[in-house]
């Protein structure tokens, strides 16, 4: 039982560049969620998705698309990087309850130049 | 705006004493508290909660205190050991909508042996 993971690790992009984020988790929840943390920020919510099929912006998702593959799945993608999305990312699963706790993967670090 | 607040950014204490983290929070319709543990380059993992309909909630080591009238609550740690030093988040999530975490800075607790 892995939790939640995340690929990759670290990244360092150029300005202008893109790219994807995986995020899987297998604890069957129905729920998912793309944070970033930013020092002095702590954790804002990017874009959710409450069940397979649908997703929904959070508190700053200009820049980023997501995508929510199957239930085990979800992926953020930034499609034009820009310095100010240099962070580092959790991705975390949980149920649809406010009741219900969410897991965090373990980050993934990004630096964009 | 930052809807829950933890105005600590760090707190030393000694090994075996109390540690005390505080949190208060503007929304009033938050009504499920959580905090989460950081250590560096890891995830944060759940620490402990608290419904809006309790006042307190124990789990060995740890005890969450939740004073609605003054939309703030607390972290108690009793007795601190080394290995509790780590970044503290406190969060917040709604009973209505989606299951959104809104998170405080942090605090940075160190117990020095």
């Known amino acids: 039982n892995a939790g939640v993971t995340q690929t990759p690790k670290f990244q360092v992009l150029k300005t202008g560049q893109s790219m994807t984020l995986q995020c899987a988790q297998d604890?069957?929840?129905?729920?998912m969620y793309w944070y970033r943390q930013d020092p002095g920020m702590g954790l804002r919510l990017i874009y959710y998705s409450a069940s397979e099929g649908t997703t929904d912006k959070g508190e700053v998702p200009n820049g980023y698309n997501v995508s929510r593959l199957n239930k085990r799945e979800f992926s953020l993608r930034l499609e034009s990087a820009a310095p100010s999305q240099t962070s580092v990312y959790f991705c975390?699963?949980?149920?649809?309850?406010?009741?219900?706790?969410?897991?965090f993967g373990p980050g993934t670090r990004l630096l964009v130049l | 705006d930052q809807q829950v607040k933890q105005n600590s950014p760090s707190l030393s204490v000694q090994e075996g004493r109390i540690s005390i983290l505080n949190c208060d929070y503007t929304?009033?319709?938050?009504?499920?508290f959580l905090w989460y543990k950081k250590y560096p380059a890891e995830g944060p993992t759940f620490l402990i909660s608290?419904?809006?309909?309790?006042d307190k909630n124990e789990d060995g080591r740890f005890t969450v205190f939740l004073n609605k009238s003054a939309k703030h609550l607390s972290l108690h740690i009793v007795p601190s050991q080394p290995g509790d030093s780590a970044v503290y988040f406190c969060?917040?999530?709604?009973?209505?909508?989606?299951?959104?975490?809104?998170f405080g800075t942090g605090t940075r607790l160190t117990v020095i042996p």
């Open positions: 929304n009033s319709m938050f009504d499920y």
């Open positions: 969060a917040a999530s709604k009973l209505t909508g989606a299951n959104n975490l809104f």
């Open positions: 608290i419904s809006s309909i309790k």
């Open positions: 604890m069957n929840h129905n729920s």
């Open positions: 975390a699963s949980g149920g649809s309850l406010s009741s219900e706790t969410q897991y």
